[in-house]
């Protein structure tokens, strides 16, 4: 079983859409990031959470610990957010210890 | 502010040479990391440091080799390129310290290495 897990691996939707991603982890953390990668292959730092829940523009990133899941919502989809959304966690155990999961490809059709 | 820039964007080698990629981050950024992405795999951390002089291996650092002599470059060398090391090369830079959380990454557009 991978420690950081996405769903769904791909997904297809049209404008305007609310979208929600998954990610679900195994270990003890102590903070996870929510990171999207542009069809070019440039990777952008979206969110870190510890706690609770996180917005920024159309973006939504809410964590529960207990249950060890976050999500990502996208609101009013748009082309231009195309992209693959990777969940990375820090492993409470080791500061420096981040691991990746296998990312949640999104296209957002006009 | 160029953030993390790393060169080449590109590159062929064939088994058995070697090369270095550069990045350089302009941030002032005391955490630096090289990760390493294959086809619908996460990103897997090959070596990362936490300042000037500071190195330590990753998940997977067997065929690679870092220096960090400065706080803004951190070269990763590949000795003997093998097959395997076919991947799209990452280097991140973020801040933290003591009681100071990690923030974000910033990353750099990627290398796309072929050995062959």
């Known amino acids: 079983k991978n420690e950081v897990e996405q769903s769904p691996q791909n997904l297809t939707a049209q404008e305007g859409e609310f979208i929600t991603i998954n990610c679900s982890y195994s270990v003890g953390i102590s903070a996870l990031h929510w990171l999207q990668q542009h069809p070019g292959g440039g990777i952008v730092s979206l969110f870190m959470?510890?706690?609770g829940k996180k917005k920024h523009g159309r973006l939504i990133a809410t964590i529960n610990i207990q249950e060890k899941h976050s999500s990502l919502h996208i609101t009013a989809s748009h082309p231009r957010d195309s992209a693959v959304y990777i969940c990375?966690?820090?492993?409470?155990?080791?500061?420096?210890?981040?691991?990746f999961g296998p990312g949640t490809s999104l296209s957002v059709i006009p | 502010n160029a953030g993390v820039t790393q060169t080449p964007k590109f590159r062929i080698l064939k088994i058995g040479q070697s090369m270095t990629l550069q990045c350089t981050q302009d941030m002032n950024h005391n955490y630096m990391y090289w990760y390493r992405q294959d086809p619908g795999m996460g990103l897997k951390l090959i070596y990362y440091?936490?300042?000037?002089?500071?190195?330590d291996k990753g998940e997977v650092p067997n065929g690679y080799n870092v220096s960090r002599s400065t706080t803004e470059d951190f070269p990763l060398r590949l000795e003997l390129a093998a097959p395997s090391q076919t991947s799209v090369y990452f280097c991140?830079?973020?801040?933290?310290?003591?009681?100071?959380?990690?923030?974000?990454?910033?990353f750099g557009s990627g290398t796309r290495l072929t050995v062959v």
């Open positions: 959470l510890s706690s």
């Open positions: 991140a830079s973020s801040y933290a310290g003591q009681g100071i959380p990690n923030y974000g990454y910033t």
């Open positions: 990375a966690v820090r492993w409470k155990t080791s500061y420096d210890k981040v691991i």
């Open positions: 440091s936490v300042g000037a002089g500071i190195t």
